[in-house]
């Protein structure tokens, strides 16, 4: 059984790649349409729209990370249980469990959430911020 859940795991980690690329892709859109948009001088509403879709990309980005690691809780939750049932579980289904633990979060992992910061002010930060200062 626990082999079942690996083999799952693993299935989900290629929906978590994509995920990662659409954020990542997400970002440079955001970055370059305030970039361009930048270059091109636009005005006030020009600039509140563009930061809205900036703050609405970081969101986004947000509830994908927080849906990623509440999926490997999810799995080591399924450890849990499955140790639960008497099962002997693998030092590495222990340790993914230590490591992750089963508690559901609205947040991604640090290092999501750094890369989602930076990601805004990236796209904020040619609208807002003249480059000459």
Do not use: Q
Request: net charge negative; aromatic share 12%; proline share 3%.
């Amino acid at each position: 059984m626990e082999g079942e859940i690996w083999s799952t795991l693993h299935t989900a980690r290629i929906a978590n790649a994509v995920f990662f690329i659409s954020m990542m892709v997400s970002i440079w859109i955001a970055a370059r349409f305030s970039s361009v948009a930048a270059e091109k001088g636009i005005n006030m509403v020009g600039k509140i729209i563009c930061s809205l879709f900036a703050i609405g990309v970081f969101m986004g980005n947000w509830t994908i990370g927080s849906t990623v690691m509440n999926s490997y809780s999810g799995f080591a939750k399924a450890f849990e249980m499955l140790g639960e049932t008497g099962v002997e579980l693998s030092p590495m289904a222990t340790g993914y469990i230590e490591y992750f633990g089963t508690e559901m979060t609205g947040m991604p992992n640090p290092v999501m959430m750094l890369v989602g910061v930076t990601g805004l002010l990236i796209a904020l930060a040619p609208l807002w911020f003249n480059s000459s200062d």
